[in-house]
């Protein structure tokens, strides 16, 4: 059981918008920020989110983050069948002095 | 080319011991906090431990505390993970990741992970 709750699966057609959340508490999405990773199969998680809502140079801008109290969230815009992969969220967490992740989202596109 | 190589991974049985490095190119790690990450074939994301740039601070998952250490040796661009009493529960691929903080005070994200090596824990 992770301590940042995302759901299993989420899926979208091509063009659409899609949002994964990422649930935590107060001592880590509450009081920390939250990053967001991809992962394609067989390769290292990518940083496509840091600070919450910030991207890295090179991640498309349909690629957008917030932050609303012990939840944060990922959303896709324009939905493409190269967005077909897992995704994390994770933040420190003051508590258990650890990183935590999100259990990943498997994002399938229709 | 900011880049992070991991290396030391294989097979080895129960109750054994493995060393995992972590070479780093196109930065200086004296800078850095670093992280190890592991994920278990079929599953997800799961932290290992962090150190901070001088090695003072360490922080490890409850899964490997007392089993795993985390070192690191700035003048070899190195980190470390010392690996003892392992069991199958431990296999899985480990990558080593980069903080952007120091991790004198605070952590805040990893922007630069390694390909990483594969542990295999069996008899």
């Known amino acids: 059981q992770s301590v940042l709750t995302q759901p299993p699966s989420a899926s979208g057609t091509p063009g659409q918008r899609v949002i994964i959340s990422c649930s935590g508490s107060?001592?880590?999405?509450?009081?920390?920020?939250v990053s967001w990773f991809q992962q394609l199969p067989g390769s290292a998680p990518k940083l496509i989110l840091y600070?919450?809502?910030q991207r890295p140079l090179g991640v498309p801008d349909r690629f957008s983050g917030s932050k609303s109290g012990t939840s944060a969230s990922l959303a896709i815009s324009g939905l493409q069948s190269e967005d077909e992969t897992d995704y994390y969220c994770?933040?420190?967490?003051?508590?258990?002095?650890?990183?935590?992740f999100g259990g990943g989202t498997k994002l399938t596109v229709l | 080319q900011v880049q992070l190589v991991e290396s030391g991974g294989g097979v080895v049985q129960p109750g054994r011991s493995l060393e995992l490095s972590c070479t780093a190119s196109?930065?200086?790690?004296?800078?850095?906090?670093l992280h190890w990450v592991r994920q278990a074939p079929g599953k997800g994301l799961e932290w290992v431990a962090v150190?901070?740039?001088?090695?003072?601070?360490?922080y490890y998952a409850d899964a490997v505390k007392g089993r795993f250490t985390i070192s690191r040796d700035n003048s070899k661009n190195t980190l470390y993970l010392q690996m003892n009493s392992l069991t199958a529960a431990d296999t899985a691929m480990y990558y080593c990741?980069?903080?952007?903080?120091?991790?004198?005070?605070?952590?805040?994200?990893?922007?630069?992970w390694g390909k990483g090596t594969t542990v295999t824990v069996s008899s």
């Open positions: 990741a980069r903080d952007t903080t120091s991790g004198y005070s605070r952590y805040d994200y990893m922007d630069v």
């Open positions: 196109g930065f200086i790690i004296s800078g850095y906090a």
């Open positions: 150190i901070s740039y001088d090695g003072s601070k360490k």
């Open positions: 107060s001592s880590n999405i509450g009081s920390n920020i």
């Open positions: 600070s919450n809502t």
């Open positions: 994770a933040a420190w967490d003051d508590s258990l002095n650890a990183v935590v």
